[in-house]
């Protein structure tokens, strides 16, 4: 037990540290430079480089560089002005009116106009009805969308002008891109938000994690995505690696609804009979965390509730209650190296509780084993884009509560199709000399604050 | 195992302010900004919300004896944490819901204190019979400073050189004061140096007899002591310093074992007389754990309900002990040393660990949000080889040594952990 | 059959009988070859089979071995060392030492049985390793290997790592598949196959074979489930789809435990044996046909040489039976035919003798019977001569007045008599003087018709009831008169013969160039011997003639080239039946007889 006299001298130390904290002013070695190009390595082949499309490939960070969003979310999810600076819903959140920021250009040299915007907007969500009005847009959905804002924030409904060369109003413009390999971005120095620190960007689509830390470590890049699984070697090998929180949902995703009560037990069986935290620990290197909620706790706060502990002598008592008239097939990506080791650890985890699991890569399954990274760090938007990523029923959030948006949750999991697995977490490496690079909880570059520090090779 | 759930039962809450959230987000900032204590504005007001969870758990109970749990998932102290449960069990006693053991008890209500990313989320599940629990849950605005571990950004790893002197230094202690004075611990002597003019000068210098020779790698420790000012363990030997009249030192043959980490988590350890190694027995142990393997170094964090204790083994492995399971892990590559650390924007202890390069040792601040290690600070390289590495005091910084790859001297740095780049 | 083609037939039988033993003899000589060196062969595959599957495994040892021994394995060792080990650090070791060490199959296992690092199956650690409780052998082994595509199997070894008190165990094998299969140097007409995994039903599509696939595996299905049952060596001779066969030497292969894990298939074709079997055959064939040709060339030859003198000595033959004792054969060589030819010549030359003495003999006996004939008939008469002329004389003496009447009484009689030895005499006379017919075209059916007439009113008298028949209404060449007086003889000889009365039957028909005369009565008939005799000169059955009427037929009919025959049963009658040339020829050379 800690001692008064201890305690006392613990307070005064932690007031002495603050004071010494708050009052050494900021060494001039550490303020940011200008200039330089950061060299990043990506997985993903974007064929296009319009924001639908590259939300849609999962390359939103790109997105992010190119292309703003009327609104966006910070890191406590929480809407902040972008390229709108007000927002005001009407009565029954069905009608919004968003004024637009003045004075903001396109790459391509046209003005930010509402005009364009509607037509991003409408593009993107051609269930709404968007109008320009003035300086400002109206949108006007047929249900009330009280967290429109945080819909905006979605890189899918980034501002784009012309057609079919598109240019948005990002911290980059693009110097040159070569669909699928290459994309070079040079800074916009008429950034509303400010120009880049850096000069320009070099990005390799296509390079595997093995040739992108191989190119890290040979200092032919700057930024290396690391896989979840990754993670941990990386930062072993003493990579500076930087990790979001665990943000993309690994589930098992089923093609069709339960018929009957038999599937039901099958599919909690199987759902019993995973051991997540062994997938986590050992396939996954850590690199996630077991989860039994399609939405991480710490965007939830409840997904604990949810957690699911693995246990055979149940999940084979719940297979007696279900039939199985073949085996179980699971789909997975085959271009996915984590993915084939998880599904073969759930296909030995079923057939540990009698339920008969067969692998296929060819996309055609009883269920899928699938990777949904978190669309969002608003809680309703995030949950109601996983449920249409796993194609399920639509969410209600009744008035917003977390309550509310627990009842919504379980509902869905109550749907039987789908199992949470896990959530992953997202890794960059990085070369020394990069600085002030930072991810966002759900793993978004926050690429316009990086400079280039002297130790850069 | 410690239960900091049950040390603090009769905990009253002393004040009852109003709720936070209620006030204007900017407001609420500036003022705790001019309070510079800012985590402090929002630790005090917890009465509002555990009443409101508490009438809903008593709803769902109706009077009665009930047991309850609380398990904290965020980034509330232990100490709050404790002044939550009084709260919960006062305002539960208000809805005619007394709170007893849970043998006696017709419900349980287990609460849990989570987070998110913007907000507090209390969740009470009340489970009576054996259906399924019913859910209650109230949610709070949670104050942007306490991220929590995962998503914190890097720490800042800064060493403040001491003491640099050609004889072996094995600990290191502050004084804070005026002058500031150092303690240093030497396989001769105990010196006392005061720092004056941007120097430090030693004042004073205390033999250490002892009738048996060291053996080599000599290891030694101090720790600052309230009765009297110090203690020095060095193999074999234990030295009490005397404050009657000047500083002496008062030296025996003892194997007493030294104190692990900081001497307020009550644990320690016995070192080998004629080795530098810790022989693994602890007292008064870990739990139900009574020994380790045998450690160069350990480090303590205390978790929820235990005190995870981390040892760098004499296999060259981390040992980590929560007083049930013994786990090890082989991949660290952590040198022998490793040290207890608190930063102020953490709430959890963080470990620093020495890592061996081909010429030059580095040390670097990990995170050990569950059992794996996170590093939390870029390496700190140290320009020659680390020979000892010890938790300060308060466990705010903590002392290196390391000699020298040009002059062979011996350096003493203070290490200590600042939030931001 | 003659001569030549019995011995054709011999010779052709001789050949294919030989030929046919020859073949099956060869054939079966050859199959016993054949399946020896087989069986040769297939003990070389086996064996090279077992070299090189212990060549894998002390490879597959060394391997494991040197994977045992890398750094990785050392740190694997360490963490099982300790009391709480983490392995989860270890998920793709076995990978990566697997590929450095090229194995298929490698596993880290602690004594406990968990499965630290899995190559073939990495989400399968911390599960139990079956293999790492039970006795470790020493040398390389089969196993069933579990992997997520299924069991495999695998040629396997297991090196233990010394982990402090513990041990960790390297289990690492290579696959047992085709790649293995190809690495045997088969000879030509060979293959291998293997039956991998035994687990569950017979599934032929799971045979591996080196170069195509089986076409139709299910036909090896039997001798894999056969092997499988008894766990013992087994062969069968497979008949593909496409016609050819296949010996197919099935061999158990055994793991650790002794259980058949799989089963090697090696397979020799017996397409040469074919191919042999059907040379053989055309051989056989071929020997046939010239064998054949042989025989008929061999037969002709023998027939020059044996035949020949026998046709010669069977027409010199036919000469002797037509009458001509003058053939005579020519002996060729001096064997048994030359015997024979000699033979023949001499009975000729006795036959000759021997006619000529019985012409001498039957003249002397002709002229012997007609001296007695005529003394016979000469002395009837001249008894009553005498008589009469004692009966005179003697009337003269003792009743002289009666003397006269007796005179003109025994003078009539005299001339009687007289007149009857001038008959006599006449009659000989006549049979001496038998004139040549003259040929001329003749209606039989006439000729007969004419001979009825002239006795119609015998007939009646006699109560005959005559029936005619007459077939033929072609002419043929006789002399009407001769013809006609012989016709004449034998219609008497039937009224004589039927004394009481009866049935006459006149037939005349044609067969082929012959003109048949039949002359039927329902006489007394008969006896053989007398049928014998009939037409001997001066024989009669009659109480009275001179015997010489059927003699006086034959030689008339035998004047026209034709023959006569009689068919008699006693108390039935008797048909006389004539047969006539009717040939042109012979009506030019008629007169030749």
């Avoid at chain 2, 924007?345 to 794996?372: H, K, N």
């Amino acid at each position: 037990m800690l001692t008064q006299e201890t305690m006392r001298r613990f307070n005064l130390l932690l007031l002495v540290a603050s004071s010494v904290i708050w009052s050494v002013p900021a060494n001039a070695a550490t303020r940011p430079h200008y200039g330089g190009t950061v060299r990043v390595a990506m997985h993903e082949t974007p064929q296009s480089l319009d924001p639908l499309s590259l939300a849609q490939v999962g390359v939103p960070n790109i997105s992010r560089l190119l292309f703003d969003t009327l609104v966006v979310l910070d890191d406590r999810g929480f809407a902040q002005p972008a390229l709108a600076t007000t927002w005001q819903a009407e009565p029954g959140n069905q009608r919004w009116r968003l004024t637009l920021r003045s004075g903001v250009s396109f790459n391509d040299g046209a003005n930010l106009e509402p005009t364009a915007v509607a037509a991003s907007l409408r593009a993107a969500n051609p269930d709404w009805k968007v109008l320009p009005v003035s300086d400002m847009i109206i949108v006007q959905t047929g249900e009330p969308h009280p967290n429109l804002p945080a819909e905006l924030a979605l890189p899918r409904n980034g501002i784009v002008h012309g057609n079919p060369q598109v240019s948005g109003t990002g911290p980059f413009a693009v110097s040159q891109y070569v669909a699928g390999k290459h994309l070079s971005l040079v800074a916009n120095d008429q950034y509303w938000g400010g120009r880049p620190f850096v000069d320009s960007m070099e990005i390799d689509f296509g390079q595997t994690g093995q040739d992108q830390m191989t190119s890290l470590d040979l200092g032919r890049i700057d930024l290396a995505e690391v896989a979840p699984e990754n993670i941990r070697r990386a930062r072993a090998e003493g990579h500076t690696v930087q990790s979001s929180s665990p943000a993309e949902l690994m589930a098992l995703a089923f093609a069709m609804p339960p018929r009957n009560d038999e599937e039901i037990h099958l599919r909690n069986a199987l759902a019993l009979s995973i051991d997540m935290p062994a997938i986590n620990n050992v396939v996954l290197q850590g690199g996630g965390e077991a989860t039994g909620a399609l939405l991480p706790n710490w965007l939830s706060g409840y997904g604990f509730l949810f957690a699911r502990v693995q246990n055979t002598e149940f999940a084979r008592t719940e297979r007696t209650l279900g039939k199985q008239s073949g085996p179980l097939v699971l789909a997975y990506d085959s271009q996915d190296l984590v993915a084939r080791t998880v599904a073969e650890r759930v296909m030995l985890n079923a057939r540990d509780a009698g339920i008969t699991v067969q692998l296929t890569t060819n996309g055609h399954g009883d269920m899928a084993l699938t990777r949904v990274p978190l669309p969002s760090l608003n809680t309703q938007t995030a949950l109601t884009g996983v449920a249409l990523a796993l194609q399920l029923p639509m969410p209600s959030f009744g008035n917003g509560s977390a309550n509310d948006l627990y009842s919504a949750e379980k509902t869905l999991l109550q749907s039987h199709r789908v199992i949470p697995l896990g959530y992953l977490r997202s890794g960059v490496a990085l070369q020394p000399g990069i600085r002030n690079f930072n991810m966002s909880p759900d793993g978004a570059w926050q690429m316009s604050n990086v400079w280039l520090g002297s130790d850069k090779p | 195992m410690r239960d900091h759930s049950h040390q603090y039962e009769r905990v009253r809450a002393s004040y009852n302010s109003r709720i936070l959230p209620m006030l204007p987000s900017r407001a609420r900032w500036l003022g705790c900004a001019l309070l510079l204590i800012g985590q402090l504005c929002f630790a005090s007001d917890w009465h509002s919300p555990a009443a409101q969870l508490a009438g809903k758990i008593s709803a769902a109970t109706g009077p009665g004896v009930i047991a309850l749990e609380i398990n904290n998932r965020s980034s509330i102290s232990a100490a709050d944490v404790e002044q939550i449960r009084g709260f919960f069990i006062s305002e539960l006693a208000t809805g005619g819901v007394r709170v007893w053991q849970p043998d006696q008890a017709a419900a349980v209500a287990k609460v849990t204190l989570s987070e998110n990313l913007n907000s507090y989320i209390w969740i009470a599940e009340v489970q009576q019979g054996t259906g399924e629990p019913k859910i209650a849950m109230i949610s709070m605005d949670r104050p942007p400073s306490s991220l929590s571990a995962q998503n914190a950004p890097l720490l800042t790893l800064h060493a403040t050189q001491l003491i640099s002197q050609s004889q072996p230094i094995l600990d290191l202690a502050v004084l804070e004061g005026n002058p500031r004075r150092a303690v240093v611990l030497s396989d001769s002597a105990v010196s006392v140096f005061d720092f004056k003019d941007g120097h430090w000068l030693q004042t004073q210098s205390l033999p250490i007899a002892h009738a048996t020779s060291f053996p080599r790698d000599i290891r030694g420790r101090l720790v600052l002591r309230k009765d009297h000012l110090f203690d020095a363990y060095l193999p074999g030997v234990i030295c009490h310093s005397s404050e009657a009249g000047s500083l002496s030192l008062n030296c025996s043959r003892s194997d007493d074992p030294w104190p692990l980490a900081i001497a307020e988590f009550g644990v320690s350890g016995f070192f080998a007389p004629a080795r530098n190694f810790f022989t693994g027995v602890l007292t008064p142990g870990i739990g139900k754990q009574r020994s380790a393997p045998a450690f160069y170094s350990a480090s303590a964090i205390p978790k929820d309900k235990y005190v995870l204790w981390i040892f760098g083994g004499v296999d060259g492995q981390v040992h980590l002990l929560d007083g049930i399971n013994q786990q090890t892990s082989s991949r660290l590559r952590w040198g022998s040393d490793i040290a207890g650390i608190r930063a102020a924007c953490r709430p959890d202890w963080l470990v620093l660990a020495t890592a061996q390069g081909d010429e030059e040792d580095s040390i670097q601040a990990f995170e050990i949000p569950d059992r794996e290690p996170v590093a939390a600070s870029q390496k700190l390289p140290i320009h020659g080889r680390v020979t000892a590495l010890w938790t300060q005091q308060n466990g705010e910084a903590a002392t290196a040594v390391y000699r020298n790859a040009d002059t062979g001297n011996y350096e003493a740095l203070q290490l200590t952990l600042a939030c931001g780049q | 059959m003659s001569f030549r083609r019995r011995l054709l037939l011999l010779f052709a039988l001789t050949v294919l009988v030989s030929v046919a033993a020859v073949t099956g003899i060869v054939s079966a000589m050859a199959r016993r070859a054949f399946d020896r060196a087989n069986d040769e062969r297939t003990a070389a595959l086996v064996s090279q089979f077992r070299r090189e599957f212990t060549r894998r495994g002390d490879d597959v040892r060394r391997r494991v071995q040197a994977a045992s021994a890398s750094a990785a394995a050392g740190q694997i060792a360490v963490a099982a060392a300790q009391s709480s080990p983490d392995y989860s650090s270890f998920l793709d070791a076995a990978q990566t030492l697997a590929e450095a060490q090229r194995l298929d199959f490698l596993e880290f296992a602690d004594d406990r049985g968990t499965i630290i690092s899995s190559a073939q199956w990495p989400a399968k650690f911390g599960y139990q390793e079956r293999l790492a409780k039970t006795t470790l052998p020493a040398y390389a082994f089969l196993r069933d290997e579990e992997t997520p595509s299924g069991t495999v199997l695998g040629l396997f070894a297991v090196h233990a790592i010394s982990a402090g008190d513990h041990k960790v165990y390297a289990i690492g094998g290579t696959r047992l598949d085709r790649t293995f299969l190809s690495s045997l140097d088969l000879p030509a007409g060979m293959r291998v196959m293997l039956y991998p995994n035994l687990a569950g039903p017979i599934a032929p599509e799971r045979l591996l074979t080196t170069g195509d696939p089986i076409a139709n595996p299910q036909a090896l299905a039997q001798l894999v489930q056969k092997v499988h049952i008894t766990d013992h060596d087994e062969s069968a001779v497979i008949h593909w789809d496409s016609g050819n066969d296949e010996t197919v030497n099935a061999f158990p292969l055994m793991g650790a435990n002794d259980k058949t894990l799989a089963i090697l298939l090696v397979g020799s074709s017996r397409q040469i044996y074919t191919e042999l079997r059907s040379e053989i055959r055309s051989a056989a064939l071929f020997a046939s046909g010239a064998g054949l040709l042989l025989a008929v060339l061999l037969s002709s030859i023998a027939a020059v040489r044996v035949t020949k003198p026998v046709e010669e000595l069977a027409n010199a033959a036919r000469e002797v039976a037509a009458g001509n004792l003058d053939a005579q054969v020519t002996a060729h060589t001096n064997d048994e035919l030359g015997v024979l030819a000699d033979a023949f010549n001499r009975m000729t030359r006795d036959l000759i003798e021997h006619r000529e003495r019985l012409v001498q003999a039957e003249r002397v006996a002709a002229w012997r019977e007609l001296a007695r004939r005529l003394a016979h008939e000469l002395k009837n008469p001249l008894f009553p001569l005498q008589l009469t002329v004692e009966n005179l004389m003697r009337s003269r003496e003792q009743s002289p007045q009666d003397f006269e009447d007796t005179f003109r009484e025994s003078a009539s009689t005299l001339l009687s008599e007289i007149a009857n030895l001038k008959s006599i005499i006449n009659r000989f006379s006549e049979f001496s003087k038998m004139p040549q017919p003259h040929l001329q075209e003749v209606l039989l059916r006439d000729l007969v018709a004419g001979v009825i007439h002239v006795y119609e009113a015998q007939f009646e008298k006699m109560k005959i009831r005559n029936e005619t028949e007459f077939t033929d209404s072609q002419p043929v060449s006789a002399d009407p008169d001769l013809l006609h007086r012989a016709i004449s003889n034998l219609v008497l000889n039937a009224i004589d013969a039927m004394p009481e009365g009866g049935k006459l039957v006149l037939r005349t028909s044609r067969n082929g160039n012959t003109a048949i005369i039949e002359v039927g009565d329902t006489g007394t008939g008969l006896t053989s011997e007398e049928c014998a005799r009939l037409f001997t000169p001066y024989y009669t059955s009659k109480s009275h003639g001179t015997g010489l009427g059927l003699a006086i037929v034959q030689s008339i009919v035998s004047d026209h080239g034709g023959r006569i025959s009689v068919k008699s049963q006693p108390g039935k009658g008797t048909t006389f039946i004539i047969e006539l040339p009717v040939a042109r020829q012979i009506l030019a050379d008629g007169t030749s007889a």
